[in-house]
């Protein structure tokens, strides 16, 4: 089966490619990894070389094997906070659309109060207020990202509830919440999708921004934003930081080259632009 243009764009390929190596290795840490990424008997902040590709820390831990490692906990806890953003968000935006008034009018007055704080710090008091752990940081983060999602789904339903084929549906005794899943879900799902798949790179970001500042993950976990945090404290050893770091940046930009793509992919006008520039 031909793959459609959007999909064949250079970018793509890469966003496409890089992602799914980084989840084979999320899956294959255990036979990927050369060593134990918890053992503390290499040679201390040992530069990258054989034997340790990617050096070694301040404990003499395998850096390469706790960036493979700490794919198992940024990514599915990554995927999952987004998963989580857009049910809730999408629900509540979803229930402010098609119901209106006093409903309408709840639910965005709570989004418009998480909008008023600036991300970040909203996202350091939540994690704060409820302990350090990954756990919370996660729960912080769905705090500060579900009302974007809330408006945005909002907006898509405000345009289709009255369509025909929706009135259609409530003059035929649908229930809301039938008219809802049957009719109006699947003409929105297309651009929440989008939001969501380039929304994964900002929530890794949030994330592990979080166990940098010491509210996520706690030691010994290896978990790229707390190894990027250890490695500030031996600054002179690059190496501690910077592979933990490229990580981040390189799942970041596969998820938004992806989002693009599935953007393009979407958009009628734009995927006919990008089928005439390859003819």
């Known amino acids: 089966?031909?793959?459609p243009q959007a999909w064949r764009q250079p970018l793509a390929i890469?966003?496409?490619v890089v992602a799914v190596a980084w989840l084979v290795i999320a899956v294959a840490a255990p036979l990927l990894a050369p060593h134990d990424p918890l053992a503390q008997d290499l040679p201390r902040l040992a530069p990258p070389g054989p034997g340790?590709?990617?050096?070694t820390d301040q404990l003499g831990r395998d850096?390469?094997?706790r960036v493979m490692?700490?794919?198992r906990l940024s990514i599915p806890l990554t995927l999952l906070l987004v998963a989580l953003s857009v049910l809730v968000g999408g629900l509540l935006g979803a229930c402010a659309g098609y119901f209106g008034k006093w409903a309408d009018e709840t639910i965005m007055r709570f989004a418009d109060l998480v909008f008023a704080f600036p991300t970040v710090i909203l996202a350091m008091v939540v994690a704060a207020a409820l302990g350090a752990s990954l756990a919370n940081a996660v729960l912080a983060v769905?705090?500060?990202a579900w009302p974007a999602y809330a408006r945005v789904t909002r907006g898509l339903v405000l345009g289709v509830r009255e369509r025909e084929f929706v009135i259609s549906g409530r003059l035929l005794g649908f229930s809301a919440w039938r008219s809802l899943r049957v009719d109006v879900l699947p003409n929105i799902t297309g651009p929440i999708l989008v939001l969501a798949t380039l929304d994964i790179?900002?929530?890794?970001?949030?994330l592990s921004g979080l166990s940098f500042l010491g509210l996520g993950a706690k030691p010994p976990s290896p978990e790229w934003g707390a190894m990027v945090a250890s490695g500030v404290e031996v600054f002179d050893s690059w190496w501690v930081a910077t592979f933990p770091g490229l990580a981040i940046l390189t799942v970041v930009l596969a998820?938004?080259?992806l989002g693009d793509t599935l953007r393009d992919a979407l958009d009628p006008r734009t995927a006919r632009a990008i089928k005439e520039r390859a003819l």
């Open 52 to 55: 340790h590709w990617f050096g």
């Open 63 to 65: 850096i390469l094997s």
């Open 1 to 3: 089966m031909k793959l």
């Open 142 to 144: 769905l705090v500060v």
């Open 201 to 206: 790179g900002t929530a890794l970001l949030l």
């Open 255 to 257: 998820f938004n080259f």
């Open 69 to 71: 490692y700490g794919a």
């Open 14 to 16: 890469v966003g496409g």
